[in-house]
């Protein structure tokens, strides 16, 4: 299973995962210019993706997933409430088509089975996912205000877990934000702090679990440095000393 992180963060979001002879992005919340980019270094192209996965309807997880469908014809996978937020954001007039799940459902891709399982985020039933190649199984968990039972018990047992770090809670609570979107952030459907994921991280745990991705940092109010130590701290913790540790990508700046 190979596993790229193309673009995370609060502006833009994008994961490359080839398995079973699938070649999948979740979420596509950057630019097909970024994208492409991208996917040449790691000598992919936008035409080989066989589906997008959709974990919610917020632009820097959907913004052109709409897009890549019309110029490429790609398959797009989402819940019914997930694909119709998207539609109504789009404001292209030709129609998308959607390959539709129920939250919850685990369902085949081509020789990979996807399990889905819901997140409290503030968006239309956002989801996360378990993708599994027979051999290895790759947890996805990003934007999320808190870990319920369900999303301990899909994460169980991963290989590899995409997990997400947002932000510092004083670094947030000391920045120029509103109040009121801090209040978000911190909610329970908002993200996970550093503090937090460290909290479940060592839940998820196990001698199977060879490498985590701290994804989704706030540039602004986190830093790679603080998401690090966070994260190693929780493996150590969970006797995991040698499981491999990497910081997601942040999304290009805009043009």
Same mark, same amino acid.
């Given at each position: ?13 994008? =994961?490359y995962v080839e ?18 980019? @991208?996917?040449? #270094? ?19 997880? #959907? ?51 996807? =399990? ?11 989801? %996360?996912?378990?993708?599994?190649? %027979? ?11 808190y870990a319920t ?25 000391? #920045?120029?934000?509103?109040?009121? =979107? ?17 909290? !479940? !991280? ?36 969970? %006797? ?7 910081? @997601? ?7």
């Open positions: 299973m190979d596993i790229s992180i193309l673009a995370s963060g609060s502006s833009g979001n994008s =994961t398995a079973g002879g699938v070649k999948l992005l979740i979420d596509l919340g950057i630019t097909l210019k970024d994208t492409a980019s @991208a996917l040449q #270094s790691i000598n992919r192209q936008l035409s080989d993706i066989d589906a997008i996965l959709c974990t919610h309807h917020h632009g820097d997880h #959907s913004l052109n997933v709409a897009s890549a469908f019309r110029r490429h014809n790609t398959t797009l996978l989402a819940n019914g409430a997930t694909a119709d937020a998207i539609d109504l954001s789009n404001q292209s007039k030709t129609p998308t088509s959607w390959a539709l799940f129920e939250t919850g459902a685990t369902f085949p891709l081509g020789n990979l089975k996807i =399990t889905s399982f819901s997140l409290p985020h503030d968006a239309s039933d956002t989801v %996360g996912y378990v993708i599994d190649d %027979g051999t290895h199984r790759l947890g996805i968990c990003t934007d999320l205000g039972a369900v999303v301990k018990h899909r994460l169980t047992d991963c290989d590899a877990l995409i997990l997400e770090f947002n932000h510092d809670v004083e670094l947030l609570m000391q #920045s120029s934000r509103p109040p009121a =979107t801090k209040r978000r952030i911190i909610g329970r459907n908002g993200h996970l702090s550093n503090e937090d994921a460290a909290t !479940l !991280l060592p839940q998820l745990a196990s001698p199977r679990l060879q490498i985590v991705f701290a994804a989704h940092l706030s540039q602004d109010c986190n830093t790679p440095l603080l998401a690090t130590n966070a994260a190693r701290a929780a493996l150590d913790k969970a %006797g995991c000393p040698n499981t491999r540790l990497i910081i @997601a990508p942040p999304p290009p700046p805009p043009p």
